[in-house]
């Protein structure tokens, strides 16, 4: 049987007693987590590899860069961000990732963890093995090709981040985003906690963390948004599309 077992700085999915199952199709974030197109039956054995961790504390590591590559998890609870070190011994943060949300799809080429990835607060995820996933990818098309999308996906938003633009659009890009993920799991689209810090956001962005203060001040001010510590407010959503070069219809 499979369960969660825990070393210093990485949760692995593996054989021994005491397994904490999941069932996939009672969870508030089925739709999210589950691979489309499943069979009722296909739900049935794909709930039989998946498994939930304990509370993972604020800093605490699910792996870290350089780690074996062998497990994936979705994100039940929390938030955490990815991280690299860079050549000059500076965090990048890579991105940061909410309930429903894959992890560890990074290190399916090389087998190993190419970011570290760390709570941002109390969290959980549910996971299965590498090996589980893959022996199920070859009964199940559907869970392959979720893979396959997952991964597209990625790619598309690390394309657009990278793209040349303003720090205005940037942040106003990166709120609609969180607007977004957040709606889609049921909460609300315009208030919610900023689980990262703006110093991490600006790393994220690419931007310093005095110009993150001063654009959300901005913001504020033109009546965009309300902010307060780590609540945010969305008072004018048309206006954030604007601001983040979208055609507002």
Do not use: W
């Given at each position: ?56 504390q604020p800093g605490e590591h699910l792996f870290r860069a350089g780690d074996e590559f062998r497990s994936i998890a979705s994100v039940r609870t929390g938030c955490f961000k990815s991280y690299i070190i860079d050549h000059e011994g500076q965090e990048q943060v890579l991105g ?154």
């Open positions: 049987m499979e369960s969660v077992v825990r070393s210093d700085n990485v949760y692995e999915f593996s054989s021994a007693p005491g397994r904490s199952q999941v069932a996939c199709s009672r969870c508030t974030l089925g739709e999210l987590c589950l691979p489309r197109g499943l069979s009722p039956d296909e739900v049935q054995r794909f709930e039989q590899i998946v498994h939930r961790s304990r509370p993972i940061f990732h909410l309930p429903g949300e894959i992890i560890g799809l990074d290190a399916i080429h090389s087998l190993r963890h190419s970011a570290s990835v760390v709570a941002l607060d109390t969290s959980a995820v549910c996971g299965m093995t590498f090996d589980s996933m893959s022996a199920m990818s070859r009964q199940m098309p559907e869970l392959q090709s979720e893979l396959f999308r997952l991964m597209s996906q990625r790619i598309s938003e690390l394309e657009l981040s990278a793209g040349d633009l303003s720090a205005d659009e940037r942040i106003a890009m990166f709120l609609l985003s969180l607007s977004e993920r957040f709606a889609s799991r049921g909460y609300s689209a315009t208030e919610f906690i900023l689980a990262m810090s703006r110093r991490d956001i600006a790393s994220y962005l690419r931007l310093a963390t005095e110009t993150v203060s001063r654009v959300f001040a901005r913001f504020q001010k033109s009546g965009v948004l309300r902010v307060e510590r780590k609540e945010v407010r969305i008072r004018n959503l048309p206006v954030l599309k604007e601001l983040a070069g979208q055609n507002v219809q």
